[in-house]
């Protein structure tokens, strides 16, 4: 069972224009969700996170949204750079004593000049 | 400083065969975890380490799988008598202090594990 589910394998975006990515959960009880980007052969990099008691957090070019009665979060990236091309994991933690990670699938995102 | 290293980055290997992956965490960070990725999924949590125990090995998938972390630092993940379906990206992160709001997981670069 996928409890972090991210429905569209890939997404291709104009530059400078918005990216939406989207991630769906199943376990109303994390309380914690993050965003990795990953490039290939690298290890994924954190990119921003939410708390479950909030509904928004923005830091630069990247917003995050909590939709909590929807089970749903979005990763907005605007303006969308070449450089942002990757792949997108979201996951998300119960907060404990092991904190560990369910990630969703990835998304593949594809920013053309 | 520096980051999450892993060594090796590729390990080819023979099915039947034993390996061992090798994980050295960001220096003075007291959790570390491994995950492994197979083609086409997403990252799937297999251990964790809080200094040189592990209290949460429910995601190791078989008892082939063992894995210990000595020193508080560097950890080795061993898989023994390998199979092809063990074939995956294995990826270790360390943050800084489990159970804190807001603790980032720092990623290595993985140790990409091909089983014939």
């Known amino acids: 069972d996928q409890q972090v589910k991210q429905n569209s394998p890939s997404l291709s975006v104009q530059e400078g224009r918005i990216s939406i990515l989207n991630c769906d959960y199943t376990n109303s009880m994390f309380d914690y969700f993050l965003w990795y980007k990953k490039y290939p052969a690298e290890g994924p990099t954190f990119l921003i996170s939410i708390s479950s008691i909030k509904d928004k957090n923005e830091d630069g070019r990247f917003t995050v949204f909590l939709n909590k009665s929807a089970k749903h979060l979005s990763l907005h990236i605007v303006p969308s750079q070449p450089g942002d091309s990757a792949v997108y994991f979201c996951?998300?933690?119960?907060?404990?004593?092991?904190?560990?990670?369910?990630f969703g699938t990835g998304t593949r995102l594809q920013v053309f000049p | 400083g520096a980051g999450v290293s892993q060594s090796p980055s590729n390990k080819v290997t023979e099915k039947g065969k034993d390996v061992e992956l090798r994980c050295d965490p960001i220096s003075g960070h007291t959790a570390l975890y491994w995950y492994r990725q197979s083609l086409g999924q997403g990252l799937e949590f297999l251990i964790y380490f809080q200094g040189n125990s592990a209290p949460d090995k429910s995601g190791l998938p078989s008892d082939r799988f063992s894995a210990e972390r000595t020193g508080g630092s560097v950890s080795t993940l061993t898989i023994q008598r390998t199979q092809q379906e063990d074939s995956a990206v294995y990826l270790c992160?360390?943050?800084?202090?489990?159970?804190?709001?807001?603790?980032?997981?720092?990623f290595g670069p993985g140790t990409r594990l091909l089983v014939l």
């Open positions: 992160a360390s943050s800084p202090l489990a159970g804190m709001v807001g603790e980032t997981q720092y």
């Open positions: 996951a998300a933690r119960t907060l404990g004593n092991t904190d560990k990670l369910i």
